[in-house]
């Protein structure tokens, strides 16, 4: 057994319900190593669970993260014994706000030489949703304009990195204070979703054509204009619903509206329009542990070829890990925001 800190949602609400317990941690199963964790990656879904929104969740009281980055300290049965010691990376299904954590070596993958744990704890979620929405289901091309929705945001970033390798044209949405540092990462042009109708700066930056592939993680209406944003032959990957971000009785009340405004999308409407729609969600790829690696495998050429380049926006210690929280709700990242025990 080995003596562990968590964080624990205590309860459905705002940050403050958020708590640092220790518990035991058992030995790692046969098929598993224990990692003593380095850092932690906090992602939206996160939130929403800390809320009570997030559907997929462990019932309260729970701990949620699904990323980590640190040293094998424990091996499974059976497990090669050259892993003990070394550092690593990878995927928790929940448990990943933790000090320690017993994960399937098969989600675990070995950080390479000059890659520190804050930079590998910034990859795992955001860069294969990223090559999800780009390169597996979106197909971008080096002639074709890419939208991204939220582009200041760890996916977000990690979109412009994975596109700009592609040669896409790449535009962006977000607040007018994060684009000076979006344009130097990359984005072609920022547009403040703040100010005025970003689908009209869209059209006017197309000449009315539209472009090619929109992501977008909000929900709700957006959806529906990112569709209308789409060229023919456009196409919408959908992989979010951080609109419907709120706690409380107000939580449940946004939720059902950002749902009662998502488009109805007809097959028959696509057929004429030539358009085309799909949703992504890590946490629901489990049984593809193969297909998860060959991504990452290109993801870590990527990192020796410089240009995956995970940005770390801040780190908080456990016990900061409402204000944290609270610094994603109110939109203040640029890029990933990590947990440290």
């Not at 074709?144 to 896409?168: F, P, W």
């Not at 000449?207 to 993680?217: A, H, I």
């Not at 050429?301 to 109110?330: L, Y």
Request: net charge neutral; glycine share 12%.
């Amino acid at each position: 057994m080995t003596q562990r800190q968590q964080i624990v949602i205590t309860r459905a609400g705002g940050p403050d319900v958020l708590q640092v317990r220790e518990d035991q941690l058992a030995a790692p199963a046969a098929n598993e190593v224990q990692v003593t964790v380095a850092a932690a990656g906090i992602n939206f879904a996160d939130i929403l669970a800390r809320q009570g929104l997030y559907q997929d969740a462990p019932p309260l009281p729970c701990t949620v993260g699904y990323e980590v980055a640190g040293t094998v300290t424990q091996l499974g049965a059976g497990m090669p014994g050259e892993w003990l010691g070394r550092r690593v990376f990878g995927l928790t299904r929940f448990g990943g706000y933790a000090s320690h954590v017993n994960v399937p070596l098969a989600q675990m993958f070995e950080m390479p030489a000059g890659m520190d744990f804050q930079q590998a704890a910034a990859i795992p979620v955001n860069y294969l949703t990223a090559w999800q929405l780009l390169c597996v289901m979106g197909n971008l091309k080096a002639s074709e304009t890419l939208l991204i929705q939220n582009a200041g945001g760890g996916v977000g970033l990690a979109l412009i990195d994975i596109g700009k390798q592609l040669g896409a044209r790449l535009l962006g949405t977000a607040s007018a204070g994060k684009h000076a540092f979006l344009h130097e990462r990359g984005l072609d042009k920022a547009i403040d979703y703040t100010r005025g109708d970003w689908l009209a700066e869209v059209m006017r930056l197309t000449d009315g054509r539209g472009v090619e592939l929109v992501t977008d993680p909000l929900g709700g209406d957006s959806w529906r204009k990112s569709l209308r944003a789409l060229r023919h032959t456009g196409r919408l990957g959908m992989f979010g619903v951080s609109e419907a971000s709120a706690n409380g009785v107000a939580g449940k009340l946004k939720l059902l509206k950002t749902a009662l405004k998502m488009p109805f999308i007809h097959p028959v409407s696509l057929m004429n329009e030539n358009r085309g729609t799909f949703g992504v969600n890590m946490g629901h790829l489990w049984h593809e542990v193969d297909k998860i690696r060959e991504w990452m495998d290109a993801l870590l050429a990527g990192w020796q070829d410089g240009w995956v380049r995970p940005h770390v926006d801040r780190a908080f210690s456990f016990s900061e890990a409402g204000e944290a929280h609270a610094w994603i709700e109110a939109r203040r990242n640029i890029g990933k925001v990590l947990l440290v025990p």
